[in-house]
């Protein structure tokens, strides 16, 4: 296991729909891990859980942060992310300045002898994993997807998750490569 790494998950579940308008950007775009072209303010998020919107958020595929998260992450470089607003509307009013977090940076880091995990053999499709192991990362990485399994497995340096953590960001979740099952 890397030391320095930490997995960003979701820390609980919101109820959070979603609504766009025709010039929206389709859900498969954003999992292409690429740069994207602007959409701005075109996509809606709609939280019906009576708790306030975190600071993090998910909505199927999309990664919903709050302006502190940004403020945090693009401080760091370099980065591989892009960030654009979008409207998150809770009890019919603006819940204030969110954006649509699109990482596209991929690290090669999955130790697939170290990894314990299931694979159908057939399609050579990883099914789960039961135990992550990450090899090292060049400690200039702070935000990034692990590449080649077939899961959305975001990293965060523990620099990164520290300030997150610090400045009091809601909805995330930091855990060890070694704790993380998917």
Same mark, same amino acid.
């Given at each position: 296991?890397?030391?320095?790494?930490?997995?960003? /998950?979701?820390?609980?579940?919101?109820? !959070? +729909?979603? *609504?766009?308008? $025709?010039?929206?950007? &389709?859900?498969?775009? #954003?999992?292409?891990?690429?740069?994207?072209?602007?959409?701005?303010?075109?996509?809606?998020?709609?939280?019906?859980?009576?708790?306030?919107?975190?600071?993090?958020? /998910?909505?199927?595929?999309?990664?919903? !942060? +709050?302006? *502190?998260?940004? $403020?945090?992450?693009? &401080?760091?470089?370099? #980065?591989?992310?892009?960030?654009?607003p979008?409207?998150?509307?809770?009890?019919?009013?603006?819940?204030?300045?969110?954006?649509?977090?699109?990482?596209?940076?991929?690290?090669?880091?999955?130790?697939?002898?170290? +990894?314990?995990?299931?694979?159908?053999?057939?399609?050579?499709?990883?099914?789960?994993?039961?135990?992550?192991?990450?090899?090292?990362?060049?400690?200039?990485?702070?935000?990034?997807?692990?590449?080649?399994?077939?899961?959305?497995?975001?990293?965060?340096?523990?620099?990164?998750?520290?300030?997150?953590?610090?400045?009091g960001?809601?909805?995330?979740?930091?855990?060890?490569?070694?704790?993380?099952f998917?």
């Amino acid at each position: 296991m890397e030391k320095g790494i930490k997995i960003w /998950e979701q820390a609980s579940y919101l109820e !959070v +729909s979603r *609504k766009e308008s $025709q010039e929206a950007i &389709s859900s498969t775009m #954003l999992t292409l891990r690429q740069p994207l072209e602007d959409f701005s303010e075109k996509v809606t998020y709609v939280v019906s859980d009576a708790r306030e919107p975190e600071d993090f958020f /998910e909505c199927g595929v999309a990664r919903i !942060v +709050s302006e *502190k998260i940004v $403020q945090i992450v693009s &401080s760091f470089s370099p #980065l591989k992310a892009q960030f654009f607003p979008v409207k998150v509307i809770h009890n019919g009013e603006d819940a204030g300045r969110y954006f649509y977090m699109n990482v596209f940076h991929e690290i090669n880091c999955f130790d697939f002898d170290l +990894s314990k995990y299931s694979c159908d053999e057939e399609i050579d499709f990883i099914e789960s994993i039961y135990q992550l192991v990450l090899r090292p990362v060049n400690s200039e990485h702070h935000l990034f997807f692990v590449a080649k399994v077939d899961f959305s497995i975001l990293c965060a340096s523990d620099v990164l998750s520290s300030k997150l953590n610090n400045a009091g960001c809601t909805g995330i979740r930091f855990t060890d490569p070694s704790q993380a099952f998917f």
